[in-house]
């Protein structure tokens, strides 16, 4: 029996088209998953609200990570507590979940952004300023969608106005960095969390994973800089090209030996498939 494996993944732009948030024909291949065995673990800067949506229409049953790494949620009963315990990570019962925050609640993160923005002199907007029309104008998310985005807990996205300089960039991330946040790059907007990331809340999961599942090799997909802490933490690093087909240089740099794929769900389809054959044969 070849090793088992589980899968951590991106949704915008990896498993889900960039432009349109679709994932095509992926379904056969979440059903070969399911069949036999395979988590999948969708680790996302969207919103539980967002997830919950994309969980319930992909029928997924495990466990995720919600707001670039703010949050991981596990389906009460999928680890023994015992397991998660003896981890020691302050679980809460939430609904039907495990929960542990590792995020910052979200009225502190937008009284941060008011702060730098000012001190840093860059004209931006932070999602907690746009209304309903003006979330779907920026993100081609249809109205559901745009509801379920307003709905966060751990992690502001703002837009940079008009051009800026890397100067002032670098400076308006000190100054998060000052107030124990940090700033990265999603694919549309910039995001400003607590001290957390994807790859912090997936090794959290792993741990689980090996001493529960004894699950050895951990696949990670991803396409943007907020994606770089879950592709170094995984076994196997999957790089998805951007919409223009290049790739982002930053996780090149950082991950030389990334393997990369075409951009979103049919790239995802083709390196998952193309894993699981190389597994087996
Ligand atoms: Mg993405």
């Known amino acids: 029996m070849p090793p088992k494996v589980a899968i951590f993944s991106d949704l915008d732009g990896t498993l889900l088209r960039h432009h349109d ?3 095509a024909d992926v379904e056969p291949l ?14 996302s800067s969207k919103t539980r ?5 994309y969980r319930k229409m992909m029928r997924l049953a495990d466990p995720f990570i919600v ?10 009963g999928y680890f023994q507590e015992a397991c998660m315990r003896q981890w020691k990570a302050p679980f809460r019962s939430c609904d039907e979940y495990a929960c542990l925050e590792l995020g910052r609640p979200y009225d502190d993160l937008v009284q941060v952004l008011n702060e730098i923005r000012s001190e840093a002199d860059i004209s931006l907007i932070g ?4 209304d309903e029309d003006q979330i779907v104008r920026h993100t081609d998310l249809n109205q559901l969608q745009a509801r379920l985005a307003a ?7 703002f837009l940079i106005l008009g051009r800026t300089s890397p100067a002032k960039m670098t400076n308006l991330k000190s100054l998060a960095a000052q107030r124990g946040c940090k700033i990265v790059q999603g694919g549309r907007f910039c995001h400003l969390t607590g001290r957390t990331d994807k790859g912090r809340a997936a090794r959290i999961l792993m741990r689980f994973y090996r001493a529960a599942q004894e ?28 919409p223009d087909g290049g790739f982002n240089a930053q996780v ?12 979103g769900p049919e790239g995802w389809m083709q390196s998952v498939t193309r894993f699981l054959q190389y597994q087996e044969s």
Do not use: W
């Not at 609200?49 to 949506?53: C, Q, T």
């Open 21 to 23: 948030y679709t994932f």
């Open 30 to 43: 979440l059903q070969e998953l399911r069949d036999r065995g395979i988590p999948l673990i969708l680790a």
């Open 49 to 53: 609200a967002e997830i919950e949506y």
């Open 67 to 76: 707001e670039n790494g703010s949050a991981i949620f596990v389906p009460q």
């Open 127 to 130: 999602f907690h300023e746009m």
């Open 151 to 157: 709905r966060r807990e751990y992690d502001e996205p």
């Open 215 to 242: 699950i050895k090799t951990f696949i990670g997909l991803g396409d943007c800089e907020n994606d770089l802490s879950l592709l170094e933490s995984v076994d196997v690093p999957i790089l998805m090209a951007n």
């Open 252 to 263: 090149l740099r950082r991950i030389p030996y990334v393997r990369r794929a075409p951009a």
